[in-house]
C-alpha cells in the first residue's frame, strides 16, 4: 500500500467533515486504495474493507491500538484499557468459493455474494428486521432454483427465513472480519464485556485528532517562518516538530 501523503489526508479530513459514518468510511476506504472507483469500494465484502483500513491505519500510525470501554457488569461497571494489534486484526479477509456462497435449504438452491458497504446502505432505511434482511437476501443472491426451476425476481424479494437464516450463516463463516466483536474480561470483577470494534469510527477519531495536531503546527510554524501549507507540509514529522521546538525556545 502506497501511504497517502499528508496533503492528502487532509483533504481526507476535510471531506469527512460534512458525512457522517458511511461516508467517512468511504473516503477513509479511498485513502486506502487510491486507485479504486467508487462502484468498486462500496461492492467489496465488508472484511475486505475492514481489512483494508487496518493496512491503513497500519501505515500511519502503527500496530499497536488502545480502546477504551466499560465492564458490561451493572454492578462493577469499571473502565478497561486494552490494546490490540492492528496487523493480526487485518489479516483476516474475505474466503468465498467460486460461483458464490451456495445455500440449500428445503427445496431452495441459491447462490450468494458477500454484502457489502453498498448493501446495508440499501436496507439500513428498513425498520423492521425481518424486510432488512429479505432485501439483503435479495440483493446478494446470484442465482436461485425453487424445487428444480428458476426462481423469478417476486420469489427472491421474498427468500424464506430459513435461507436467510442460513445465508447468515455461512457469510459469518466466510468474511469474519464483517463484523468484529470482541469479548474482553473484566480486570475487576472478571465479567465478558462484548465490545464491536468499528475500525472506519476508530480510524476517523484518529485522522480527526491528527489533522487538527497539524493544522495547528502548520498555524505556529506559518507565524513564525511564514512558509506557505504546501512548505510546512512537505517537512518530514520529524523537522516539523524540530522547527516548532526551536519556536518554542525562541
Known amino acids: 500500500m502506497a501511504v497517502t501523503g499528508p496533503a492528502e489526508l487532509l483533504a481526507t479530513?476535510?471531506?469527512?467533515l460534512a458525512q457522517q459514518g458511511g461516508g467517512r468510511a468511504l473516503l477513509l476506504h479511498r485513502a486506502a486504495r487510491p486507485g479504486a472507483g467508487t462502484d468498486a469500494l462500496l461492492s467489496v465484502p465488508l472484511g475486505e474493507r475492514a481489512a483494508d483500513l487496518f493496512a491503513l491505519r497500519r501505515a500511519l500510525f502503527g500496530d499497536r491500538m488502545q480502546v477504551k470501554t466499560d465492564c458490561a457488569d451493572a454492578d462493577c461497571g469499571a473502565a478497561m484499557e486494552f490494546e490490540l494489534d492492528a496487523g493480526e486484526l487485518g489479516a483476516a479477509r474475505p474466503r468465498v468459493p467460486e460461483g458464490?456462497?451456495?445455500v440449500e435449504e428445503g427445496e431452495w438452491v441459491v447462490h450468494f455474494r458477500l454484502p457489502g458497504p453498498a448493501d446495508l446502505a440499501a436496507?439500513?432505511?428498513a425498520v423492521d428486521p425481518g424486510d432488512a434482511r429479505r432485501?439483503?437476501?435479495s440483493r446478494c443472491a446470484l442465482s436461485a432454483l425453487r424445487a428444480g426451476r428458476a426462481a423469478s425476481d417476486g420469489e427472491l424479494a421474498r427468500l424464506p427465513e430459513p435461507v436467510l437464516k442460513r445465508f447468515a450463516e455461512v457469510a459469518e463463516e466466510a468474511d469474519p472480519a464483517a463484523e468484529m466483536t470482541l469479548?474482553?474480561?473484566c480486570p475487576e470483577c472478571g465479567a465478558a464485556t462484548p465490545a464491536e470494534l468499528d475500525i472506519a469510527a476508530?480510524?476517523?477519531t484518529e485522522l480527526d485528532a491528527w489533522a487538527r495536531d497539524v493544522l495547528l503546527d502548520v498555524h505556529l510554524l506559518a507565524s513564525a517562518y511564514g512558509w506557505s501549507e504546501p512548505e510546512?507540509?512537505?517537512?518530514?514529522p520529524l523537522r516539523r516538530r524540530y522547527y516548532l521546538e526551536l519556536c518554542a525556545d525562541a
Open 232 to 236: 510546512i507540509l512537505a517537512l518530514s
Open 100 to 102: 458464490g456462497l451456495r
Open 183 to 185: 469479548n474482553i474480561a
Open 135 to 137: 432485501m439483503l437476501g
Open 13 to 16: 479530513w476535510e471531506a469527512g
Open 202 to 204: 476508530y480510524l476517523w
Open 123 to 125: 436496507v439500513s432505511a
